[in-house]
């Protein structure tokens, strides 16, 4: 790609995970010390004595409840008791290495057990292939038990047993297994932790839908009529077509509980301290299988306020800040992920602070939304400033970039910067749903809007990360240069993900370049839910491509391979680099700086469907670290939606 004048050198090719030891499941490097149980005694009081007063502050701030502090923190000994030894060793492991999940040997995969494997034993099995991957991190969707009928499990986000996995998937022992064979090949387990809400099929709903006042006082009971309205008019719908409202009517109690999400999730009351500790065992108990993350979902929306919108309040601060805690005492080698897909001045404060930590990680969900919008504008102004936000935050906070996940997206974007460059949010959020929908002259994607809200003309938007790239099109209509761009844009993009510090997930299936699945609108329970369209099963023939010279699938597998293999040995990469962007005088052009010790690279993306010459700050020597050569550069030719990562 680069206008080579003179070659001086070749640069090693990049090497296979050359993981260092920081990594997800890494044992402990210096010989572990045996774990006597008075040994663990001392580690849990040390533990307890660095955090008991400020937990029980702020559990006393939010419940003022002597006797249920108490029993959290004989919970928490139980718990940490139960706690398998070599979790124990792991945990002390990762304590002494620091935030392990920051080594940029870390790669993730975010699949559905039954879509890629059928259950948990399969997935145990298809090991191998993760790892040719290059994978060591697997979040696993939601496995736990949930009502059988599928139009009300939510993709499994409607938990009705926190303590059962779903028996079509396997058991809690095939999970505990499966978590120890990953820590063995050093591959770490993500889960959801759903502690919003619980299915309506869960022990406490059928209790409290039975009357029993201890588990009504668990969810949130209204028979006033004028309080639902007053959440209506100040709380923003989750799911404005497919479950409108806040409330569902209970024929059988004559009143109505708070279902934000689907009217068969249940919202916890965790003014409760009750639904608190054990919503807290129920985390623990998790952890004990051998989770490393847990993925704590929709946790904005976990404390309720009327007169408020309901989002973010202080009190959901106050309650992961307690999580952190808690972990820490009983298994700090577990990270917690924040799901807060939220604006982005409400997202960075779930780190919490320097002193008082909250979430360990959370998702780069604006950065994602700006990619894409800038896929659709050939504009890259608003990422570009978006990446400088990021950048600004304090190095320890730790993002996980993705392109695409289960969930639509959402047109999270700085609308305030938009409408002064003449886009205005609803016809600039119209334009990026035609342009997805392949409705634009020129868009080659496909794809699908997602609660389209006749009342706000607000929708999302779903599709595979392939299809949004054209490769869905170009196959069907057996265009060959068409794909050749396609491929080139689905590669760039993930460059892009690979760029950015943190921690890169890829949806499963992205790696072979799987488009969009129609078939769920065949199944009545899926085809209300237009983001099943990206949860197609796992399409295995596509995998038995990757070794197909030349096909679609060995040239994003490979690339991908390339690119993952190249970020984790080239220490520009580290997660302490410098990372700037630079002014380009060409609006299509994202330019990112990673300056660390006396490397920087720069990493350049064209957005455009033309092809460019990029002028290099100065004619030097670069290494262009794709190629694997070095060359006196001063310019470097780039197809359209081409990059290039040139070193110096
Ligand atoms: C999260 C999940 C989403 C689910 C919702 C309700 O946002 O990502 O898939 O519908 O929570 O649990």
Redesign the pocket.
């Known amino acids: 790609m680069a206008n080579m004048t003179k070659t001086t050198e070749s640069a090693a090719p990049a090497s296979p995970a050359t993981a260092p030891d920081t990594t997800a499941a890494t044992p402990a490097s210096k010989p572990a010390m045996r774990m006597t149980r008075a040994r663990a005694d001392a580690i849990f009081a040390e533990r307890m004595a660095r955090h008991r007063d400020e937990l029980r502050w702020l559990y006393m701030e939010l419940y003022d409840n002597g006797d249920m502090f108490a029993e959290l923190c004989d919970g928490l000994k139980r718990f940490f008791d139960e706690r398998d030894n070599k979790l124990k060793k792991l945990d002390l492991a990762r304590e002494e290495a620091g935030a392990w999940y920051r080594a940029t040997n870390m790669l993730g995969m975010q699949m559905y057990i039954d879509n890629f494997a059928g259950t948990i034993k399969g997935v145990e099995k298809n090991l191998p292939y993760i790892e040719r991957c290059g994978v060591n991190y697997i979040h696993l969707m939601?496995f736990l038990d949930t009502p059988a009928d599928k139009s009300r499990s939510?993709?499994?986000?409607?938990v009705s047993d926190f303590r059962r996995v779903n028996p079509a998937l396997g058991t809690m022992d095939d999970l505990a297994h499966l978590a120890s064979k990953c820590h063995a090949r050093g591959i770490s387990l993500c889960m959801?932790f759903?502690m919003?809400?619980t299915s309506d099929e869960h022990e406490w709903a059928r209790r409290a839908r039975a009357g029993e006042g201890e588990y009504m006082s668990r969810y949130f009971f209204v028979r006033d009529q004028g309080i639902i309205d007053r959440y209506t008019r100040d709380v923003p719908q989750?799911?404005p077509t497919t479950a409108p409202g806040h409330f569902t009517y209970l024929p059988e109690l004559d009143q109505c509980v708070m279902t934000q999400?689907?009217p068969y999730?249940w919202d916890l009351n965790y003014r409760n301290p009750r639904v608190f500790n054990e919503m807290m065992y129920n985390f623990l108990f998790l952890a004990n299988q051998g989770i490393d993350i847990i993925r704590i979902?929709?946790v904005p929306y976990i404390w309720k306020q009327l007169g408020t919108n309901c989002r973010n309040l202080k009190q959901v601060h106050t309650i992961v800040r307690m999580m952190r805690m808690i972990g820490e005492i009983v298994c700090p080698g577990i990270v917690l992920l924040g799901?807060v897909?939220m604006a982005p001045v409400e997202v960075a404060p779930y780190f919490g602070t320097v002193e008082k930590p909250e979430c360990h990680m959370l998702y780069n969900v604006t950065t994602m939304a700006t990619t894409w919008n800038t896929v659709a504008t050939r504009d890259a102004r608003l990422l570009r400033q978006q990446t400088d936000i990021v950048c600004s935050l304090p190095r320890s906070y730790t993002f996980l970039n993705y392109l695409r996940?289960?969930?639509d997206i959402g047109w999270g974007l700085d609308y305030g910067t938009l409408s002064t460059w003449g886009m205005a949010e609803v016809p600039h959020k119209a334009y990026l749903n035609d342009y997805f929908q392949g409705h634009t002259p020129g868009s080659v994607s496909r794809g699908e809007l997602y609660n389209a809200d006749p009342v706000t003309g607000d929708a999302r938007f779903c599709a595979t990360t392939a299809s949004m790239c054209g490769i869905e099109a170009a196959g069907f209509e057996g265009d060959d240069e068409a794909m050749e761009v396609a491929i080139r844009k689905d590669i760039m993009l993930h460059a892009y993900m690979f760029t950015q510090s943190g921690l890169p997930i890829i949806y499963s299936g992205d790696e072979v370049g799987q488009v969009n699945d129609y078939t769920y609108k065949d199944d009545p329970e899926k085809a209300e839910d237009s983001?099943y369209i990206h949860r197609g099963a796992f399409d295995w023939r596509l995998a038995e491509n990757i070794d197909g010279p030349g096909s679609v699938q060995q040239r994003i597998f490979n690339a991908l391979r390339t690119l993952e293999d190249i970020r984790r040995s080239e220490p520009v990469f580290s997660a302490d680099a410098d990372v700037r962007t630079k002014n380009y005088d060409d609006a299509s052009i994202l330019w990112i700086v990673r300056s660390f010790g006396d490397r920087t690279l720069h990493a350049v993306f064209n957005f455009s469907d033309d092809a460019k010459t990029i002028w290099m700050p100065e004619a030097a020597a670069y290494t262009d670290l794709v190629a694997g050569t070095t060359a006196e550069v001063a310019t470097v030719d780039m197809p359209s939606w081409g990059f290039a990562w040139m070193l110096r």
């Open positions: 939601p939510d993709g499994g986000y409607a959801d759903v919003n809400h989750v799911f999400f689907y999730q979902d929709a799901e897909v996940c289960h969930d983001r």
